[in-house]
Each structure stands twice: as C-alpha cells, then as structure tokens.
DNA sequence: GTCTATATTCTGATAGAC
DNA sequence: GTCTATCAGAATATAGAC
C-alpha cells in the first residue's frame, strides 16, 4: 500500500468509453466512427467501405483520401477498441489504494456499464482476435496485464491460507469475465432463452453489479 | 419424478459430437465437414467456397454440383451444428430422472467434451446469430428449450424456500453458460492472459468439470 | 477537400468437355 | 461425377474534374 501514491477516485459510475459527438464532428472523425459502428456490428469481412461512407454521409473515395484503405481503418479502430477494453483492466488490477474485493466490484461494474453502451463490442474482439491472434495481440500486451498486477499479489494474499493452486488465478479470470462479458456476447441468445427485450436485459445487467461479487466471493469459498 | 421411464443413462464420459471420417467418406460428406470446418473456423462471410472445395480435395465446380450455392451448404451446416448444440441442453433438462444437481453436472460435462473437441463451434454460433438473428432463431426454438422443462420446474422448487426472482433462472443460465462456455470463445484471450498452452488449456477445462457445478451450487446459496 | 467515373481484383456460380 | 475455363457481379481502390 502507497497511500500518497492513491489520489485518484474510482466510482462506479464512471464511463471508461466515450460516446464520440456524431454531429458537428469533422469529416476524419465522422468516418472515424461511422467505421467504428460498422466494423463493430459487422466485423472486418463483412462491413463494406460504402457502408462506412453511407453512414459517415460522405463519398467513397474521401474514406481512402482520409484513411488510406479498409485496412488501415480497420487497424486504428481495432487499436482504439483494444486500448479502451484493456484500460478497464489495467487501472483497475494494478491500484495500490483498493481492496481485492474492491477491484472485482470496480471491474464489473465498468465493463457492465461500457458494454450497456456498446453491446457489439465484446463479440467484436473476440471474432477478430480468432481471425488474427498474433497480429492483435501483438498490439496488446495481455500477459502483462495480469503478471505481477496488483490485484494478483492481493489473490495470492487472499488465498494463502489454502493451498491456492496455480490454476485457481486463471479459473477466477474465466469466472470474472465470463460472468461480466456472457451475457453480452451471447445476448441474443440470452434475450431469446428467457424471453425478454433490450431493456429488461440492461436492467438483469444493472442487477449483475452488485451480484457478480458477491457470487466471485462465493466462489472463492469454496476452494 | 417418473421411474419407470427412466431407463436412459447419461454418463459424463458421454459424446454429444461425432468427429466424422474424413477419410474414405462419400465426395458429399468430405465437402459437408470441409465446408463444417472451415466455416467454423472463419464464419460466413469469410469463408471462400475454393477454401472449402481445396480442404476437401475437389474442384470448386463440384460443390455446387452437390449444394447448389454456398448459401445453401450454410444452411445445411448450421442447422446441424445448432441442432447438436440445442440438444445438449433439451435431452439433459427435460430429463425426469435426474435431480438439478446432476443436471448442471450433466450440462456442462458435455459442453466441455463438446467444445474442447470443437473449440470454435461456440463463437461460430453466436457471430452468425448476431448477423442473422430472425434467420437463425426460426429453426432454433430456444425459447421452448427452457419454457416449462423438467430443470425449470426443479429450479423453482429447490429456491422456493427464499422468495426467488423470476430474474434469478436467466442469471443462472448466464452464470451457468458463461463459466461453461465463455473460456471457448474467449480462448485466445484466456490463454494469453494465463500464458498456458493449448494442452494446458484443455487440461483447466477438466478441471471446470467438477468445479462449475459446485460453483454454481454456492452461487444459489447467497440469494 | 469532395465528388463522379473507372480500373482492378476477387469470388460465387455456370458452361461444356470428358 | 469430375474437371477446366470462363462469366457476371461485387467490392476496394484510384484517376481526375471541380
């Protein structure tokens, strides 16, 4: 613990992503995100550069002007994505100035409310990480995100009494995000298997706050 | 509980999946599990009809000679690959024979074998889902999967004790899912995050065998 | 910077010989 | 049934006018 190091606030109701201003943007930055939307909700292969133009309300050939190709475009969103999703780990698992039990609330409760807001992400990443792992993780550094973290030193902690198995760390993180993540990723299917719409299942993901860590603490119990 | 049409058994050990012969199998067949596999691997839209016919070993023209259209194999594939999926879930929930305890065990046992021998088939069903949801839900009738099962009922009773949410069993399906299948489709990312190895990954799946259904036992016991 | 028109490449599908 | 050669359409990217 650092105590003069812990200035920063973390509160649950903080947004880690940012809604860009369509309106009134400039041109590069209403292709930026019109790409954005598409390649999000269609994936690399599948969104179309005249998509992209359509929905930035410009030409096909100022997209190539300002961006180069789909290509290019593609990787500079891909970067963004993967830079906002793994700050939502990455300030959170290395604070010297929270709890164990802290950082799980803190966790869910940023990755629920950024995926509230942008469904599509989750099944983005992981598609394009299978179409092309070395390259995205190449941009990625993800090991490093867990070794040596914060928040792994305050597991081993947590879990000494035990004998923790090495194994546990990474069963937790399966649970953690699998729990957090799922539900997005696998939310047509959820909405079709218990029957309800949009906004019943961001109210069930509201509800999943507070009860993720408690079920992780659970979970851990009983080791 | 009805005994006397209880002769069915269900051994963990069992395999929902049947790996097809590749080899000495009909020219129809070798195209049906080169079109199931690459499809699996690089969804739709990424998958080029020559990908297929060149792992199969034919010629491009042969495929439409059997399928008539890539559309058509598609089809064909998916209905398949959703019709194993979903009868994971219907034989073991509506199953009078076993408790709810021996149901979660029975679910994720199988969807373990399942996708640790087909690590693609969860991420391939839920991107296509998610670019055709209408198309794909029409011959998945998922909401009857759960709807007035044998596993529904036993759930109500064995909460009945606490007042349980209606929300609680979508919770549980998410919770239940997300731990079963969520290390698939996150599997780049899972390994990369524990540095392990495939062997290392499957050998954690394993594990997840004996561990979700006491998890998921201990998650029920904090409502 | 922005547009229209066009070049180029790729991919699904078919014609026709064997 | 299986192949080679080819067509037709679509999608990315560029040339060139304004």
Partial sequence: ???????????????????????????????????????????????????????????????NYYFRSKEKLFELIMFET????????KDVLNDECTTFEHKVELLVANYLNMFTKEPDVPLFILSEIRNRPEDLFAKLPVRQLLENSVFVMQFRE????????????????????GATIFPFVGQPLIMALGGVDKPQFNQLMQERKKL???WIEAILKTE
């Avoid at 200035?7 to 590069?28: L, P």
Wanted: net charge positive; hydrophobic share 40%; proline share 2%.
């Fill in 1 to 63: 613990m650092i105590p003069y190091l812990c200035s920063r606030t973390h509160s649950n109701g903080k947004d880690m992503t940012q809604v860009k201003k369509v309106i009134d943007a400039s041109t590069e930055e209403r292709i930026k995100n019109a790409a954005r939307a598409v390649f999000q909700k269609k994936g690399y292969v599948a969104a179309r550069t005249r998509d992209i133009a359509e929905e930035a309300g410009i030409n096909l050939a100022l997209l």
């Fill in 82 to 89: 993967l830079t906002d999703f793994s700050q939502g780990l």
């Fill in 212 to 214: 993720i860590p408690v």
């Fill in 158 to 177: 947590k879990t000494a009494t035990g004998q923790t198995k090495e194994s546990s760390l990474l069963h937790l993180m399966m649970n953690l995000l």
